[in-house]
Each structure stands twice: as C-alpha cells, then as structure tokens.
C-alpha cells in the first residue's frame, strides 16, 4: 500500500513538472501579449511589468483582424469540403467491397505520413496554370489534398465499428445504398464532429501551404504573423498577442469538446 502509494505521488510529480515545462512557452506569450512595448523588448527580458492592452488595440487597428478573417473563411470551406467528400467515401471505404481495396488503404495511410514539403512545388505549378494561387479556393483545395485521406481513414474506422446488420435491415425494407448510409450517418456523429474538430484545428493552425499559395488578398492570421518581424526589430508585443489570438479558439474547441473528442477517437479505435 505505501509502495502504491510512493508510486503514485512519484507519478503526479512528474506529470506536474512536465507540466510546468509544457506551459512555459503559453506563459511566456500570455506574459508578452500584456506588457507595455517597452517591456517586451527589454534586454533583458523582465518577466514581469504593469499590464498593458496596447498590443492589443495596435494589432486590432492594423491588417490582422483581415487575416484573421481569411483563416476563418479557409478553416470554415476546409471543414465542410473535407467532410462533405471525406465522410461518404470513408462509408465506401468502409463496406465497400471492390477489387483494389486493400492497396487504396495502404495507399491513404502512406499519403498521411508523406511531409508536405514534397507536394508543395507541383502543387503550386499546377494551381499557377489554373490562376488558384492567391484564392480561397485554391487554398482550400490544397487543404483537402492533405486532410481528405484522413478524414478517409478515420470514418471509414467508425462505420465500420457498426454492425452491418442496421443497413441490412434498410436495404430489406427498399432502401437504396445512399438512403442506407443516411439512416446510419446519425450513428456515427460523434465521430463525425470529432473529425471536424481535427479538421478545423488543423486548418486554423496551417502556415507552411498558406505561405507558398497564398496571397496578399488571402493571407491568413498564421502567415500575418511574419508582418511583426522586420528588418531591424521584432515587435514581440503585438506578435505575442496575435499568436494569443490564435490561440484562444483552439482551446476553446478543446476544452468545451474535449470530452466528445476522446468518446469520439475511442469510438473508432475499439472494435465492436
């Protein structure tokens, strides 16, 4: 008992220091955003000083809040294009039976663990012929190609945790396959909104695809935040509270989704 107990109290120590080292970078932003801009650019860096929304208002004022428009405008088209495709061909994926299944499988994994960086050059060539660079929908496009194979794979996970007896039963009483999928989507929702939340998040937090596709019509808050780096200084006040900015939300969908987040991944991970 006082071993179990030992182990238990050596266990939540080294959770919290983990922690505490885990939260220093959201600390040393929460910090930055709210000190005065002398402050920020101390040499050296003073942890502390009065608060100070200056930041703020002088980063509300410039051209983020129009970037901060455009991750919403790609974040919200991502989300439902990935969904609106993904979610149907993972029900495919899922009771589908065709020549082929087993190498299309393979071959959603393998494009998950594919970096970005080797699509990127083709991709913007092929999207420069079409006039898709500096446009929403261009960059939505480009967001699919990365996020649809594992929307793929993730709902075909969760339809096939149900049993097929359901669809059965529809297409017995003259369903056709399309009604049969529609009577189980409700089934699998929590997954679905897991999915989307995934989705969002990652298209919120995408820097590297905007960066190249983008334009200054379409740039969004991740890559705006490059306009507070400058040739002789860096405002780390503003750049502190835009990253705060972007932030808040994911933590937000987190902490209010959290719990049908973990029902969700648990519900496409267990079998049966």
């Known amino acids: 008992m006082k071993r179990r107990r030992r182990n238990t109290y050596i266990a939540v120590t080294l959770l919290l220091v ?6 220093i970078p959201y600390l040393w932003i929460i910090l930055t955003a709210l000190k ?4 920020a650019t101390a040499v050296p860096p003073k942890i ?19 970037s901060l428009w455009s991750s919403v405008i790609i974040t919200a088209t991502t989300t439902i294009g990935t969904l609106v495709f993904g979610v149907p061909a993972g029900y495919a994926f899922a009771r589908g039976k065709f020549r082929g299944r087993v190498f299309l499988g393979g071959f959603l994994l393998f494009s998950r663990m594919m970096p970005p960086v080797i699509f ?6 092929f999207f420069y ?3 898709l ?6 960059l939505t496009l480009a967001y699919m190609t990365g996020l649809l194979p594992f929307t793929v794979w993730m709902a075909a996970g969760y339809f096939a945790d149900l049993p097929v007896e359901i669809e059965e039963a529809a297409r017995v009483d003259g369903a056709s396959r399309a009604r049969a999928f529609l009577v189980v989507l409700p089934l699998v929702m929590p ?7 995934l989705i969002g998040i990652a298209a919120w937090s995408e820097y590297f695809i905007p960066f190249i596709l983008a334009g200054p019509n379409t740039t969004p808050a991740t890559v705006g935040l490059v306009n507070f780096v400058g040739a002789d200084v860096i405002d780390w006040g503003q750049m502190a509270a835009a990253c705060l900015t972007l932030v808040i939300p994911v933590v937000i969908v987190t902490v209010f989704a959290q719990r049908g987040m973990l029902r969700g991944l648990s519900a496409g991970a267990v079998k049966g």
Not at 36 to 39: F, I, K, M, P
Not at 48 to 66: D, H, M, Q, V, Y
Not at 120 to 125: A, D, K, R
Not at 191 to 197: A, C, D, R, V
């Open 133 to 138: 660079v500096n446009s929403y929908l261009g």
């Open 18 to 23: 983990i922690l505490f080292i885990v939260s």
């Open 120 to 125: 990127i050059i083709p991709l913007f060539l």
């Open 129 to 131: 012929q079409l006039r």
């Open 36 to 39: 005065r801009q002398v402050d």
């Open 191 to 197: 997954g679905i909104i897991t999915i989307g939340l």
């Open 48 to 66: 502390f000083s009065p608060t100070s929304f200056k930041n703020f208002e002088k980063l509300f004022a410039g051209k983020f809040p129009g």
